[in-house]
């Protein structure tokens, strides 16, 4: 205790010298400065009119950068308490929904089924009975070729296979009444049979005078005229002039229209999603544009996804199937394709731009009940189309979107109108993964 007590009392005789100290600096301070007061005591207004109109231009320069001065200071060091009034602010209130999450590529428009018609057999071309661009059906007659020598052959076979059947119809009678051996009767069964075989070939062969199309569809343009000589190849011969010539190519190509498929690609991190989405077996929707008529959208659905990937580009081949009543839509067609992979459950919704981005982060402003404002740090783990997914604020929040510009925390506002909530509708960024 004795150690104690003496430090207390340095301590306090410390305090007392301090104390004496400073009353005499403060002493010869005023001492100085008495001089000078009682120079200002002194001072009129003609004294001090004189003074100013010889330093005028001082005067106004040391008042100028005074004032700028409290301007760029309240500019960047705003008080919102010394505000001259509330800001005015556009919010919303968010609510808990279902989001679909999309995905956006890019495609090419491709023929559910298309046929490159060619011939069977080298011949003469008869008779076209095809326009361009007509629609045909399946069965439907295309071209006629040259089927005289066939004809006749087939004919001529037909005829021999009649008298073979009449021959062995015969034998059966003789045979009962014991004219003739079983083993006539045999081969004139043998005989009939080997007739009728070549009969059929020789009509199989004049069938190939006669082209018909596969499948329904439209016919592209014609590429053969009456009189062109066909091969079977993969040149056709045409006369476009005088001249005969010859091309790479077919007769004619049908092409499936309605309905008619989209191919494009998804990136290997989205396969996942996908496939999640296909085991609970409803088909995935896409809804598809063509060209710059973004405002005509083509709903369809996801036919197949491709069962590996392409190692070259680390994407998988998807290929969907769109109605095309009003062909409209043609092979080989740029498209854009939005593929809705699957739904966020209970998401948060915002308009993007409600979100504030600094160096530290992203972040939204919010009002309580008095109308103060919070910045509050948030994640966007999803944007598209002017709509982003943020967790860090509770749903019921109001979220300040119009007029943050001027918001500081703590702020005062005044709200207007309230903002639209914002819808992601069926239809650019990559979503981020869902937590």
Known sequence: MSKIESTLDRLFAKLVGLKGSSKARLCSLWTKASPYASKLKKLDLQTIKTYAIQYKWRILLVLIVLYAGSKTFDYFFPDADKA?????????????????????????????????????????????????GQEVKAGDLLFTLDDRNDKANYEKLKALADDAQKQYLRAKELVAKNFISKAGLETSYANAKSAEAAAKAAEVQLSFDYIKSP??????????????????SNVVTTATSSTATSSVGSMVTITQLNPIN????????????????Q??????????????????????????????????????????????????????????????ASDLKDALSVPSQAVVINPRGKFVFTLDKDGKASMIPIKVIYEYQGSSVITGIQAGDKVVVEGKQNLRPGGKTRESKSAPVPTTQQAPTSPADKK
Request: no cysteine; hydrophobic share 45%.
């Open 215 to 232: 499948i329904d569809g439209r016919a592209g343009i014609v590429n053969v005229f009456p009189g062109s000589l066909v091969q079977a």
């Open 262 to 277: 989209v191919q494009f690609v998804i990136p290997e991190k989205d396969i996942p999603t996908i496939l999640e989405n």
């Open 279 to 340: 085991l609970d077996g409803e088909p995935l929707k896409v809804k598809v544009t063509v060209g710059d008529n973004s405002k005509k959208a083509y709903d369809g659905t996801v036919l197949v996804v491709d069962n590996q990937v392409d190692p070259s580009i680390a994407a998988v081949r998807v290929k969907a199937q769109i109605p095309n009543e009003g062909m409209t839509l043609l092979p080989g067609q740029f498209a854009r394709i939005s593929l809705v």
């Open 84 to 132: 001259g009034g509330p800001v005015t602010v556009t919010t919303i209130v968010v609510e808990k929904k279902d989001i679909p999450l999309i995905i956006e590529a890019t495609g090419t428009i491709v023929s559910n089924s298309i046929v490159d018609i060619r011939p069977m057999v080298t011949n003469t071309v008869a008779k076209v009975n095809v326009k361009d």
